[in-house]
């Protein structure tokens, strides 16, 4: 018989959509051995999520390609709620603006998961030679638990199996037969960006049916929602299944919706000349609810009720029944007095989903799951890519550090406390949300009640589902001492929450950058130093003393470059970066104490390790406001330690070095007893 071949690896990530790719990323920065398989044959290149919030971008700008989405994406800071009146004409009754479009420098946006997912697989290609190998499917599944402890052992084995799809099949069915994606217009080349053409035809040389047994350390399944993964360590989804039947239409629209509001605010009278089909909008009549997202390319994405959920559960109703024509019909009736049609449509599908969550995301800190594969919910919230993103960055650095070695295996199960009472969160918002978008039959006056509940509910729920907050408790890697405030010295860096962004100055050359790229997403920890205002002689000893500290160590601990293990490319698991708070020009980067400025025999100095927090004349942007926002005092400063994926870790003054020290050998390996948490 035909011997199978068994090979090894560190992680095996099965699934290469947003959350497996975000995973991927990760072993690609941190140099880990690691395999990326998916069933699919090529990338996905049209249709599907499209919807990006703050944190999400804010994530992209740390991994090196925002600037791309900034180029293709569409900004979509206001929401517009539209009734209609007793006359039964639409009027614009609303309009709420993101609070975040003042908290970072990354608004919400919109383009296709298509692109996305070229961004990833790109910025994979710049640091590794890890490639998604398609066409390729988990088939069968052995864990052995006497082996689980063990972190150096496999403990895992997957048999894979080369599958035959058809790359240019245009109706996909996922496994239950559950979803139908449509590309009624045909997917060809035109359509697609340059870049992606090389992905359109599947990989070369796939033959179906070859098979091969990959031992693995770690596992991480990140296969979409009917997880194979999920199914292999039998965690159930627990939560209803069912929801209105809606329809999903990417089209260039023909329509003459708005072009002037007889609105009742008086912030919307002032929007004359604006087209409202071009703007994020929730119409909502007698004849039902709909949600319009402008998109890239002059698309234009529409959420269309089709069918209500009595006709569903009682069985009068089939999904495949549903074509394009009684969508469009439907969105008609909904924009009435305003015209709408097509000629174009790129991708449209019905669906059906309910809020489902399974109620562990780790079995044995050996297997994780992320994204769609543990939590489901309408689309309408516009979350379900950016949760499973941001689960993947979640778990894929901290496997990384794991599996390189420098991190004990503790860290593992802060993924399930960190991220599944967010799906929670998300399940709950979803809940309040669409449930607005399914009562189909209401009179005029209800329909203004309900737009004005719904703006309500984008509004408390908004801080959440931008990321702005994390809620992430306290656990090895999240320090807490406060409650839920930061430390008296730092009173809005909070522990467990993300640092929050600002636009400083390099000291070097007086460029300007947001800290979001500066703390970019490279697999190390940054010890943070605020200095404060070093013109002040007491406050320019205390940072002399911390440089010291990071030159030499002290009595009860080594200098920290030589305390951890590195991992990837650097010398050290820590870099160090100083934003002081003195007028950029009143003092010089020589001023600061060599190890904060670090010096590198070929490339001599660092000069991207001290930052201004001042104003800059012809950057508004940076304005000398990021001591006021983070809480900490222009003169005396602080210090913190910001994990690898942004989020703060600890906080505390600029002479708790001890302390500082004590969270970090809590789930850092040293560099002399490497194998003690083994
Ligand atoms: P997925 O993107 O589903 O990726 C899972 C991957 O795993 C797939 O590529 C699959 O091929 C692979 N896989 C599965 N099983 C195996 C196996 N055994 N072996 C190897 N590979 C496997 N969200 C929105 O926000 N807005 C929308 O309008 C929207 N529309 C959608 C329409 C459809 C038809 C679908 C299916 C999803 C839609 N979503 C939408 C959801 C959004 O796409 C998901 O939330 C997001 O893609 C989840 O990312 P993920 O990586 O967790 O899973």
């Known amino acids: 018989e035909h011997k199978i071949p068994v090979s090894k690896t560190d992680v095996l990530i099965v699934g290469a959509g947003p959350a497996g790719l975000m995973t991927a990323y990760w072993m690609a920065r941190c140099g880990v051995r690691a395999r990326v398989i998916d069933k699919r044959p090529t990338k996905v290149f049209l249709g599907k999520a499209d919807g990006l919030r703050m944190r999400t971008l804010e994530i992209f700008d740390s991994m090196g390609f925002q600037h791309r989405v900034m180029q293709e994406g569409h900004v979509a800071v206001e929401a517009n709620f539209w009734v209609s009146d007793k006359k039964n004409n639409l009027v614009r009754e609303a309009i709420m603006t993101s609070k975040a479009a003042n908290k970072s420098p990354h608004h919400s946006m919109l383009l296709t998961q298509g692109r996305l997912e070229r961004f990833i697989l790109d910025t994979i290609r710049q640091y590794s030679d890890l490639e998604v190998e398609r066409s390729t499917s988990a088939e069968t599944f052995e864990y052995d638990e006497a082996l689980e402890d063990d972190h150096n052992a496999y ?113 919307a009278m002032t929007d004359k000349g604006v087209a409202d089909i071009r703007r994020l909008s929730i119409v909502t009549n007698t004849a039902g609810t709909i949600l319009v997202i402008p998109r890239e390319r002059r698309l234009v994405r529409l959420y269309v009720p089709v069918q209500t959920i009595e006709a569903v559960t009682s069985g009068r109703f089939d999904r495949s029944t549903v074509t394009l024509d009684m969508i469009r019909m439907s969105v008609q009736n909904i924009l ?3 015209t709408f049609d097509f000629e174009i449509c790129d991708w449209w599908t019905v669906y059906q989903v309910g809020q489902r969550i399974a109620p562990t995301f780790i079995k044995g800190n050996r297997v994780f799951l992320a994204g769609d594969a543990v939590h489901t919910h309408s689309p309408k919230a516009g979350l379900g890519m950016n949760m499973s993103m941001q689960d993947g960055f979640n778990i894929g650095w901290k496997v990384a550090l794991v599996a390189a070695g420098v991190a004990n295996p ?126 002040d002689p007491t406050q320019r000893g205390r940072v002399e003393s911390l440089g010291r500290f990071l030159q030499d160590g002290n009595k009860a601990s080594a200098k920290l470059e030589d305390r951890y293990l590195p991992t990837g490319p650097f010398d050290s698991l820590i870099d160090v970066l100083t934003i002081h708070s003195s007028p950029w020009r009143s003092v010089e980067y020589f001023d600061f104490p060599e190890s904060l400025r670090s010096f590198d025999p070929r490339t001599g100095w660092v000069y991207d390790s001290i930052w201004c927090d001042d104003s800059c004349s012809w950057d508004r942007e940076c304005d000398g406001t990021g001591y006021g926002q983070w809480g900490v005092d222009r003169v005396h400063g602080a210090m913190l330690i910001v994990r690898p994926d942004q989020y703060i870790g600890w906080v505390g003054e600029l002479d708790a070095v001890d302390e500082m020290t004590r969270y970090l050998d809590g789930f850092l390996m040293a560099k002399n007893e490497s194998n003690n948490c083994r």
């Open 410 to 535: 503790l860290i593992l199960s802060t993924y399930n406390d960190e991220r599944h009472r967010l799906a929670e969160m998300l399940l709950d918002f979803d809940r309040h949300w669409s449930g607005h978008f399914t009562n189909n039959t209401l009179a005029p006056e209800e329909a203004s009640t309900k737009a004005e509940k719904m703006r309500r509910i984008a509004e408390l729920f908004e801080d959440f589902a931008d990321g702005a907050r994390s809620f992430y408790g306290a656990s090895p890697l999240v320090w807490k001492t406060e409650g839920e405030a930061g430390p008296p010295c730092a009173l809005s860096l909070i522990p467990g929450e993300r640092f929050p962004a600002a636009k400083l100055r390099k000291q070097a050359d007086g460029n300007v950058q947001w800290t979001t790229r500066l703390m970019e997403s490279d697999g190390r920890f940054r010890l943070v130093i605020l200095a404060g205002d070093i013109r």
């Open 155 to 267: 403990p895992i084995t997957v048999k894979v199996q080369t599958v035959s799809t058809e790359a240019d099949d245009l109706t996909e069915k996922t496994t239950n037969g559950s979803e139908a994606e449509h590309m009624p217009s045909g997917l060809d080349k035109s359509k697609l960006s340059p870049d992606d053409w090389n992905d359109f035809s599947p990989q070369d040389g796939i033959l179906p049916g070859k098979t091969e047994i990959i031992k693995a350390r770690y596992l991480i399944g990140c296969d979409g929602a009917h997880s194979w993964t999920r199914k292999q360590v039998n965690i159930p989804m627990e939560g209803s299944s069912t929801d209105h039947i809606w329809g999903v239409i990417d089209v260039v629209p023909i329509s003459n919706f708005r072009s002037y509001p007889e609105s009742r605010t008086i912030q």
């Open 336 to 338: 009435c007095p305003y």
